[in-house]
């Protein structure tokens, strides 16, 4: 199991990608996909990347900026999203600060989703997600 790694700079479009693979197969329009951020400040990186490599589907997709990871986590829903936090938590053996989205409840378009998130991410752990800024400013 691993995730696949995408550039932060393609990370608009690779929620934009799910969004429309979901669209095309998700009639019902369910919660398609979740977006999931964690804080891994701090940690290491091999062994943050020992995480990855352990916890993530071959499915999944990662992309970072520095300390701050966002997940796209496809077919899986908040509970499920929420099982893989939980995960992360336990590998580490300390609690994360994260915050989950899913698609199309917490926002019909990526800019909606990723403002979503970090307007969240600002209340809940005073934490600006500046790395979003160059996405979301530009809507």
Excluded: W
């Excluded at 934009?16 to 398609?32: P, Q």
């Excluded at 409840?105 to 752990?125: A, P």
């Amino acid at each position: 199991m691993a995730g696949v790694h995408f550039s932060f700079d393609n990370f608009e479009q690779l929620v934009d990608l799910n969004i429309g693979i979901s669209e095309r197969l998700d009639e019902n329009r369910a919660e398609s996909f979740t977006l999931l951020y964690c804080d891994f400040s701090g940690i290491e990186q091999s062994i943050v990347d020992a995480s990855l490599l352990e916890i993530l589907r071959s499915s999944d997709a990662i992309a970072n900026s520095e300390g701050d990871y966002f997940f796209v986590l496809p077919y899986t829903d908040k509970y499920g999203a929420e099982i893989v936090k939980k995960m992360f938590d336990e590998f580490f053996a300390k609690h994360l600060d994260s915050f989950l989205l899913s698609y199309p409840v917490d926002g019909e378009t990526s800019i909606e989703l990723l403002e979503n998130m970090q307007d969240s991410v600002s209340t809940f752990f005073k934490k600006e997600l500046h790395c979003l800024d160059t996405i979301t400013r530009d809507y």
